[in-house]
């Protein structure tokens, strides 16, 4: 009975085979198409003499790269109200050994330098800047921008994780929020739509009612819960500054917050329909605060902020899927006002990976970046003395043959986006070059720095980025400092 089964499973076995040598020489080298699929077989000698993937040596790039947190002692914690000191920086001596360089025009190095000003006087005047890092799938969960963040705060002061979204769909670390299931999130860049594209900075929003409701609407209850969390970067962790922003109320809204169980705060909302702040300040950081709503018309609410009292706060807006060219797609006057209310002084965009599977040849490649300058120009129109800093697509690999490559067209694409940038008046900083350059990304994920999808980079790798971009940013503010 055994012999029997395995003269089957031998002949089955050959017969497979002999199959796939026919279909390998009968297969046309370009394959076949059947409808919107192509089918594609390995040919006779590609699979006697089948490829290897080749491993880049990037040891000197991220072996040495320092994403040791500063020490630091913990806040002295206070009661009720704040004395204004939490934002101070730390004594950072910083050292760079090697840096990658931002790309600059000469309005971009105006604006950079402008926004050096402004960053080196944050801690000593006790004034608060904000630094919106839009980005891709690459950032979500506050990937690189928490380590970019905690760079920024060591150096220059700040505490809390700075913009959260109203109701987060993204595993993070920076913080805890939850909210109840009756809030549904809107974005300007993928599922349900706001009518009024009215979604301030973060580009997405929450509801617990539709933006429509007739008269035999009844009385809705929601929340929304957030709050520090202890596996967060060192200063994010510690905040007394909670804000809350909202738009489009136009019924009567009570909030009611809690904390530990007890109301601390309640009042209605406005309800002219424009974007208003709730504002509360604490002695200490809280542990964590749920926001009830009661209406029978939910406002938009767009988001918290968790902040200190100064310094520096550094906003992960992460749009995944989203290519970057949003503008057509929100309310710019909401936009604009809370971009200066937040005195948003430098605007990071770190976008072009989710547009590389899409673009087929060298015009579709400027096409794209036409088109992604001109998001750069309408940005600067909102507020034209902000700083604007592009991150470029990281080396992202496609699978050929069994073996990992980069995309054909992914460098003449960095090459029209960064042009593109330059001339719009904002800075490049490659990344691509930065990590490894052409071909690099199978060796970040065979040091678990990537992800097997061989286009994201894991949490450590993000980390390792991130620093990468810190120094290169640095870079310019120790020439900046030199004057």
């Known amino acids: ?40 077989f390995l040919s006779a000698e590609q699979i006697v003499s089948a490829k290897k993937q080749e491993i880049k040596d990037i040891s000197s790039i991220v072996s040495n790269v320092n994403t040791k947190e500063t020490e630091e002692k913990r806040l ?49 005047d006790k004034n608060k800047i904000h630094i919106l890092h839009f980005g891709d799938s690459q950032i979500e969960g506050d990937r690189m921008t928490s380590f970019i963040r905690q760079r920024m705060q060591e150096k220059f002061g700040g ?21 109840s299931p009756n809030f549904v999130r809107y974005t300007c860049f993928g599922g349900a739509k706001l009518s009024n594209k009215q979604y301030g900075v973060m580009n997405s929003a929450a509801r617990f009612t539709s933006e429509s409701v007739d008269s035999n609407a009844t009385v809705q209850d929601a929340w929304i819960t957030i709050g520090p969390d202890n596996r967060a970067h060192s200063r994010a962790q510690s905040f007394n500054k909670v804000n809350m922003f909202y738009n489009s109320c136009e019924v009567s809204c009570l909030l009611q917050v809690e904390s530990n169980g007890k109301i601390i705060h309640e009042e209605y909302l406005v309800t002219d329909g424009n974007s ?12 964590s605060l749920k926001f009830n709503f009661k209406s029978v018309k939910s406002p938009n609410i767009v988001g918290f902020s968790c902040e ?25 006057n909401s936009f604009k006002k809370m971009l200066n209310e937040l005195n948003t002084e430098l605007t990071i965009l770190q976008f072009g990976g989710n547009s590389m599977p899409y673009l087929k040849d060298s015009a579709a490649v400027r096409k794209e970046a036409r088109y992604f300058k001109s998001q750069i120009q309408t940005l600067k129109s909102l507020k034209s003395d902000m700083a604007i800093i592009m991150i470029g697509p990281s080396d992202m690999s496609k699978l050929k043959n069994g073996v990992y490559e980069t995309y054909p067209l992914l460098e003449y694409h960095i090459s029209q986006l960064k042009k593109a940038a330059l001339s719009a008046g904002a800075g490049y900083w490659n990344l691509f070059d930065a990590m490894g350059g052409k071909n690099s990304m199978p060796a970040w994920v065979e040091k678990d720095l990537g992800r097997p999808d061989h286009v994201h980079f894991s949490i450590k790798g993000a980390t390792i980025a991130a620093q990468l971009f810190y120094d290169a940013f640095m870079s310019e503010y120790l020439k900046f400092e030199g004057k």
Do not use: C, W
């Open 159 to 179: 505490y809390g994780p700075g913009l959260i979204a109203a109701n987060n769909i993204y595993p993070t670390l920076s913080y805890r929020q939850s909210y």
């Open 76 to 124: 002295i914690k206070h009661k009720n109200i704040t004395n204004g000191g939490v934002g101070a920086p730390q004594i950072v001596n910083y050292e760079m050994n090697r840096a990658s360089q931002f790309s600059l025009s000469s309005t971009g190095m105006k604006a950079l330098r402008n926004f050096f000003k402004k960053l080196e006087r944050a801690a000593v």
């Open 308 to 332: 200190g009292d100064y310094g520096v706060q550094v906003d992960n807006i992460a749009m995944r899927g989203s290519s970057g060219t949003f503008f057509g797609s929100v309310n710019r």
């Open 276 to 287: 208003h702040v709730v504002k509360l300040v604490f002695g200490r950081t809280p542990e």
């Open 1 to 40: 009975m055994n012999s029997s089964n395995s003269l089957r499973v031998l002949v089955f076995t050959a017969g497979v085979a002999a199959i796939l040598a026919v279909m390998s020489l009968l297969m046309p080298k370009d394959g076949v198409s059947i409808g919107d699929v192509k089918l594609k």
